[in-house]
């Protein structure tokens, strides 16, 4: 049996809790994943960094539409943080607007909705 040591770590964070725990549950199911759920931008961050010193995430899969601090904004201070710059970061939103995502220099997003085979994928790609 595979350690949690040995898994990789992703962090979900998505408002749309129904959501953001299907996704964790459908990660979850793969033996190499190990997922946390976070439902508001601002805990992520937070949860994030406090990761950071011990057990770096190795993934983020990232809403853009959220209260408070959305996902655009998070993923600017993960990026302008040398601490948590490295951490690969997927979009999974409904919002694919070109136009932001280009601004900001992303090309690595999920559109909802999803198949599951693309998600897994597109994960197992981000973690090579």
């Known amino acids: ?6 898994k990789k770590l992703i962090v979900v964070v998505d408002d749309d809790k129904t ?3 299907l996704i ?4 979850e ?3 190499e994943y190990q997922a946390m759920a976070v439902y508001d931008g601002r805990r992520a961050l937070d949860l994030i960094r406090s990761l950071n010193r011990s057990m770096p995430p190795n993934l983020v899969l990232l809403d853009v ?3 408070g ?3 655009l904004q998070l993923y ?3 990026q302008s943080d040398d601490a948590t710059c490295e951490i690969p970061i997927i979009f999974v939103t409904a919002n694919s ?15 909802k909705p999803f198949e599951t085979s693309e998600l897994l994928n597109r994960v197992a790609a981000a973690l090579d």
């Open 69 to 71: 601090l959305n996902g």
């Open 19 to 21: 959501l953001c725990d």
């Open 97 to 111: 607007d070109s136009a932001a995502f280009r601004s900001h220099h992303i090309d690595n997003y999920i559109a």
């Open 65 to 67: 539409r959220m209260p």
């Open 76 to 78: 600017d201070i993960l």
């Open 29 to 31: 199911s793969e033996p």
């Open 1 to 6: 049996m595979e350690s949690m040591d040995s």
């Open 24 to 27: 964790k549950e459908i990660l």
